[in-house]
């Protein structure tokens, strides 16, 4: 039922990514399941990584967690644990994976891969309930360091 | 899966406090000041490997505004539904020249209890049946008139019209026998993780009930109340209308509604509301 055909699809996609970044399908993890390596070889903005988090369209990280520092966005989800202080109990390396792919280190997740582009079953054309035609990753290569730069910021 | 699912959770739930705020309610449903509903019951035994106990309908995990509406008719929008149901019952339609009152006579004593047990296997056609399967083979067969879109408000209406006369009644759909292989089948695709978000049916009616995405309050997604007049869209809702929409919103491509996975489905979320009493038309958000 998994959709593997899709791969020619992704890498022609990360074939336009922009020089330096690290295309989905090449991401790294190393073998405590972190990954390492910036996505983008660009410092991320936590400025713009809070933006990521709260905009439905984007990451929307709030639907399922709590985040004191983000109190100004309307309600936050609780299927996930809340972030506050996560900078504290996490490196940037296990973030970024968290972020990228949450299955590789927690097995049965149902946190969303926001930096993948196979595996998966039925894939859809976004919201419209119509087949995927190719596959981009939920978010940027920019936009995942950016939500861990601002992970980085929550500490206790 | 499951198991380390929870571990998972569990190591990420350090240093926070369990939260029990939007925890569904234990208020009461009375219809109409008068019959009293079955809204939590002992969960059926083939629900036992999920390590739920109770079954909860919908209901409870609504606010009081939203609760009060269902709870009398007069409010219940989706009350308007069943009466133009019921003129569509008694209209002649399709080249027999009959309505479903020729066959049927009143709604109130030949539907009754219909609902509680649907989908349920048809043996002269060898088929199982949803409710509207069986109100299409009506229309075609019966009446020769052209069958309602599956989906549509003439057909949730239709329901509505027939699960109105089960109200009250504990749903009690068969799982065994001619229907097990549907069952199975509707089962493995309740726990299939669908689209580019990855969820299943399970992920968030089965491991997250009771917890909030944003600011909807993720129930067990029972279907006891179905057809269900939702105020997010002002309008009379089917099972498989909704079941589109769920897997549509797990970035999948969706199945059809009237689809053979989402009837297998339908069976299978059916099933894990026996107990529970037949709501529908419900109100919810």
Redesign the interface.
């Known amino acids: ?1 998994k959709v593997y055909a899709l791969t020619l699809a992704a890498t022609l996609a990360a074939g336009a990514a922009f020089a330096g970044e690290v295309a989905p399908a090449d991401v790294v993890f190393n073998e405590d399941g972190a990954i390492v390596a910036s996505l983008s070889g660009v410092a991320g903005n936590p400025a713009e990584g809070a933006k990521v988090m709260t905009n ?1 369209g984007l990451g ?1 990280c ?3 967690h709590e985040v004191s520092a983000l109190s100004d966005a ?9 972030l506050d ?1 996560v900078g504290d ?1 996490w490196s940037a390396a296990e973030l970024r994976s968290i972020i990228v792919n949450a299955k590789v ?6 946190m ?2 926001f930096y993948r582009v196979s595996g ?13 035609t190719e ?1 981009a990753p ?1 978010l940027t290569a920019q936009q995942v360091e950016d939500v861990v730069a601002f992970l980085g910021t929550l500490k206790e | 899966m499951k198991f380390k699912a929870l571990t998972a959770v569990a190591a990420l739930m350090v240093a926070m406090p369990a939260i029990t705020l939007a925890d569904p309610d234990d208020d009461t449903l009375v219809l109409n000041g008068e019959t009293e509903m079955v809204t939590k019951a002992a969960a059926p035994a083939h629900m036992e490997e999920t390590g739920i106990d109770t079954v909860m309908s919908g209901w409870h995990f609504r606010n009081d505004d939203t609760q009060a509406m269902q709870a009398d008719d007069f409010d219940n929008p989706g009350m308007l539904a069943v009466e133009s149901a019921i003129e569509a019952w008694n209209t002649v339609e399709g080249e027999a020249g009959k309505s479903c009152a020729s066959c049927h006579g009143a709604a109130e004593d030949s539907m009754k209890g219909i609902r509680a047990v649907y989908p349920k296997w048809n043996e002269t056609a060898g088929e199982l049946r949803t409710l509207a399967m069986q109100v299409n083979d009506c229309r075609t067969n019966q009446m020769k008139a052209e069958p309602y879109k599956y989906d549509s408000g003439p057909m949730a209406a239709m329901e509505a019209l027939i699960s109105v006369q089960s109200r009250g009644m504990p749903v009690n759909v068969a799982i065994d026998g001619p229907v097990q292989a549907i069952w199975e089948k509707g089962k493995e695709l309740y726990y299939t993780r669908t689209g580019i978000l990855e969820l299943s049916c399970a992920s968030c009616h089965e491991e997250n009930y009771g917890n909030m995405i944003r600011a909807d309050h993720l129930s067990q997604g029972q279907i006891n109340g179905f057809p269900t007049y939702r105020l997010k869209n002002a309008k009379l809702n089917t099972v498989h209308g909704r079941f589109k929409g769920c897997v549509r919103d797990t970035r999948a491509e969706t199945y059809k509604p009237g689809s053979e996975e989402f009837i297998a489905l339908e069976l299978y979320v059916a099933s894990r509301g026996n107990g529970l009493s037949v709501e529908g038309p419900s109100v919810r958000n």
């Not at chain 1, 280190?105 to 149902?110: D, F, L, P, S």
């Open positions: 039922m439905r929307n709030v639907a399922c309307p309600f936050h989800g609780n299927v996930g644990p809340s202080g109990r280190m927690y097995e049965g997740t149902v969303p891969s998966f079953t039925r894939p859809g054309d976004g919201y419209t309930g119509k087949a995927a596959i939920l």
